[in-house]
C-alpha cells in the first residue's frame, strides 16, 4: 500500500522506533508524574537515610526549587515539579546519586514497570536511589479488602450518584474488578475520590447527552477549563513537561490519574471509556500501519492504542463534517464556508499529493481546522447548532484532544492523562456525530 505523506498519521508508521530512541533520552521516559515519585519516593528511605539527604541539601543547591523538593520529598504529589523533572531528572539524579547512598537496586521486588522508568531516565545500575524510590512508589499502594471497598462504596455513595449517576452497586462492581493495588496508603482520601470520579466520568459519558451543558461542566470540574481559544507553547509536541504543566494550568485534577500505570489501566477499562472504539471511514483516510515488529507493538501498545484512536476519530470528523455541510450547502461547500485561507491551504495540499487517492478535499484538513469550520459563525447556525449546545464545547473538547494528537504525531511517550482525554472526548464527540 502507498502511504498518503498528507495523512495526518503518515509518520506514525515509524514511530515506535522513533520512541525506542527518544525512551532513552531524557525528555520523554515513562509518565512524568511517575518520574516525580521516582526522585519524591527518595523521602521514604529509611530515616537515616532520609537523614542523609537532608544533611546534604545544600549539595542540590544548583538545582531550581522544585528539584530540590522532589528531591528531597517535600511535594511528592505536585504534577508541575513532575514537568520540570521529566525535562531536568539527569541532572537531579545524578546529584542524589552523589550522596553515596547503599544500593537497594538488588532483591526489592521492583516491578518491570518500575524498573523500565529507572532505566530510561537513570540508566541501569547508575542511580541506585532511583530504584529504591520506586520500590518504595509500588509499596505505597494497596488493594483494599472487599469489607473496606464497601464502605469506600457507601460512604461515596451520595456524592458520585448525584454528580455522575452512578449508582453505589455500580461503583462497588467497578471497585472489586480492579486487581492491581490502587490505594495510596499516604492520601487514601485522594485516591478513593479520584478513582470513583473516573469510574464516574465513564458512567457519565456513556448515559447523558455528550454535550449538555450541565455534563460539560460536571467534566470541566475533572478535566480543566479548555473553552477560550489556546496559544499553544511551541514544544507541546515534544515535551512531555509542558504538556504536564498545560493540563495542570488547565485545571485538570491529577488524583484521576496518580496511581500504579497497572491500577489505572484497569480502572479505564472499568470505566467503560475504551468500549466505543470509533470505526474507520476509510473514504477519509486510510490506516498507517504501525510496525512489522510484534515486539515493538507490544512495547509501544499503549501508544498505539491512542494513535489507533485518533487515526479513526479524524476520520469520522471529516465524514461528519463533510456530510453535514453537503447537506446544507452542497458539494462545492469548501469553496464558499470555510474561514479565509483555509480553501486555499487545502487546494495546495491536494495538488502536491502523489499518493493517487481521490480524497475529498476536507482529508487534507489539519486537526486545528475542524474547530474553524465548525465553529464559524454561520456554520454553526445553519449546520451544527443542533449536534453541539454551544461553540466553545465543541473548541473546549478538541483543543483537550490537541496536545495528545500533537505529541502522538511526534512519536512521543503518552501521560495517563493523554489516554484519559483521548478516551473521553472521542467518546463524547463520536456520540454527537450520529445526532
Not at 521514604?44 to 549539595?59: C, F, N, V
Amino acid at each position: 500500500m502507498v502511504k498518503d505523506p498528507f495523512s495526518p498519521f503518515y509518520t506514525i508508521s515509524k514511530h515506535p522506533v522513533e520512541q525506542e530512541r527518544l525512551a532513552k533520552t531524557l525528555d520523554v521516559g515513562s509518565y512524568a508524574s511517575e518520574v516525580a515519585r521516582a526522585a519524591a519516593g527518595i523521602s521514604a528511605l529509611p530515616g537515616d537515610y532520609g537523614s542523609t539527604i537532608a544533611a546534604h541539601a545544600a549539595e542540590l543547591g544548583t538545582m531550581s526549587q522544585s528539584l530540590r523538593d522532589a528531591a528531597l520529598g517535600l511535594t511528592h504529589r505536585d504534577m508541575s515539579i513532575a514537568a520540570e523533572i521529566a525535562a531536568s531528572s539527569r541532572s537531579m539524579l545524578d546529584k542524589v546519586a552523589a550522596l553515596n547512598l547503599p544500593s537497594y537496586a538488588a532483591g526489592l521486588g521492583v516491578t518491570s514497570a518500575s524498573q523500565r522508568i529507572a532505566e530510561s531516565v537513570a540508566g541501569i545500575g547508575t542511580h541506585d536511589a532511583a530504584f529504591r524510590s520506586l520500590a518504595l512508589l509500588g509499596d505505597r499502594f494497596r488493594r483494599p479488602e472487599f469489607d473496606e471497598m464497601s464502605r469506600i462504596g457507601r460512604d461515596l455513595q451520595g456524592y458520585i450518584s448525584n454528580t455522575y449517576g452512578l449508582n453505589n452497586s455500580s461503583l462497588l462492581e467497578s471497585l472489586t474488578a480492579i486487581k492491581q493495588p490502587w490505594l495510596d496508603i499516604h492520601d487514601t482520601a485522594a485516591s478513593i475520590m479520584g478513582f470513583a470520579k473516573l469510574q464516574g466520568i465513564g458512567h457519565l459519558i456513556a448515559s447523558v447527552p455528550t454535550f449538555d451543558i450541565a455534563t460539560a461542566s460536571i467534566l470541566r470540574s475533572d478535566f480543566g477549563d479548555w473553552r477560550d481559544p489556546i496559544t499553544w507553547p511551541s514544544d507541546l509536541g515534544t515535551n512531555v513537561g509542558t504538556r504536564a504543566v498545560l493540563y495542570l494550568d488547565r485545571g485538570f485534577n491529577p488524583a484521576l490519574t496518580e496511581f500504579p500505570v497497572e491500577a489505572f489501566d484497569e480502572g479505564l477499562e472499568a470505566s467503560g471509556l475504551q468500549d466505543d472504539r470509533p470505526l474507520l471511514v476509510a473514504a477519509y483516510g486510510d490506516p498507517v500501519p504501525l510496525s512489522d515488529d510484534p515486539d515493538q507493538e507490544s512495547s509501544f501498545a499503549r501508544n498505539n492504542l491512542v494513535h489507533d484512536w485518533l487515526q479513526r476519530f479524524e476520520t469520522q470528523i471529516r465524514k461528519f463534517i463533510d456530510d453535514a455541510m453537503t447537506a446544507i450547502y452542497g458539494g462545492d461547500w469548501p469553496r464558499h464556508k470555510l474561514p479565509n485561507g483555509l480553501y486555499d491551504k487545502w487546494l495546495d495540499k491536494q495538488r502536491k499529493d502523489t499518493s493517487g487517492h481521490a480524497w475529498p478535499l476536507i482529508h487534507y484538513a489539519d486537526f486545528t481546522d475542524y474547530e474553524l469550520v465548525i465553529c464559524r459563525e454561520d456554520n454553526w447556525r445553519a449546520v451544527f447548532r443542533g449536534h453541539f449546545a454551544r461553540p466553545e464545547l465543541v473548541r473546549e473538547s478538541l483543543q483537550r484532544l490537541y496536545p495528545t494528537r500533537l505529541a502522538t504525531m511526534h512519536a512521543r511517550m503518552l501521560m495517563p492523562e493523554d489516554e484519559l482525554f483521548v478516551f473521553a472526548e472521542i467518546t463524547r464527540l463520536v456520540k454527537r456525530f450520529k445526532v
